[in-house]
Structure formats: C-alpha cells, structure tokens
Nanobody, 115 residues
Framework: QVQLVESGGGLVQAGGSLRLSCAAS????????MGWYRQAPGNQRELVAI???????NYADSVKGRFTISRDNTKNTVYLQMNSLKPEDTAVYYC?????????WGQGTQVTVSS
C-alpha cells in the first residue's frame, strides 16, 4: 500500500508562486511515475505534470514554462513549483503515484489564485 499526503496549497495573488509537496509512505521499496493532477469545479481531473522514476518529465501545455515538477527518491517525495500563477490555475491539486501498474491518489490540496 502507498499513502500520499499533499501540502503547500493556499491562496495567492495572480503572478505569485506556490510550492506543493507530496510525501509517499507505506510498505514499498520504490515508486514508478509520480505526478500532479488538478480538478476545477465542473471540470474533469486533468494532468498537470508527471515525472518518471528516472527523472523524465511531461507537462500540460497550459503550465509549460511556469511549473516545474521534481522528485526526491530518497524521501519518496514529489514537488510542484508553480510560478506566474493565473486565476485559471485555481483547482484542487492531487498527487498520484504509480507502483507496479497500480495508481494511488492523495486527498488533494486547494490552490486558489485571485485576480
């Protein structure tokens, strides 16, 4: 089993920055891909950014150049540095981890960007 706990969400003005963290715990030796998704009211959950166990990254077009995903395998933690935030980035952000073909999700953290 893998448990994920996100932190770092909050309220920020447009143009500001936030850093999200997601710590994984449980009985495992390693994780495959880890990533961030978000869901705004009335919208489907969408991919924001993902990083493989080897460090390869992929981003949604809407966040390229503004967000950076990284991971620390020694701490089983994935981060999302969000810069130049826009009101349309407002959503609940969820952490996801994959292990042996199974996906695990965190409880979500709210990010609100005011204009």
């Amino acid at each position: 089993q893998v448990q994920l706990v996100e932190s770092g969400g909050g309220l920020v003005q447009a143009g500001g920055s936030l850093r999200l963290s997601c710590a994984a715990s449980g009985s495992f030796s390693s994780l495959n891909a880890m990533g961030w998704y978000r869901q705004a009211p009335g919208n489907q959950r969408e991919l924001v950014a993902i990083v493989s166990s080897g460090g390869s990254t992929n981003y949604a077009d809407s966040v390229k150049g503004r967000f950076t995903i990284s991971r620390d395998n020694t701490k089983n933690t994935v981060y999302l540095q969000m810069n130049s935030l826009k009101p349309e980035d407002t959503a609940v952000y969820y952490c996801k981890a994959v292990r042996i073909g199974r996906s695990y999700w965190g409880q979500g953290t709210q990010v609100t960007v005011s204009s």
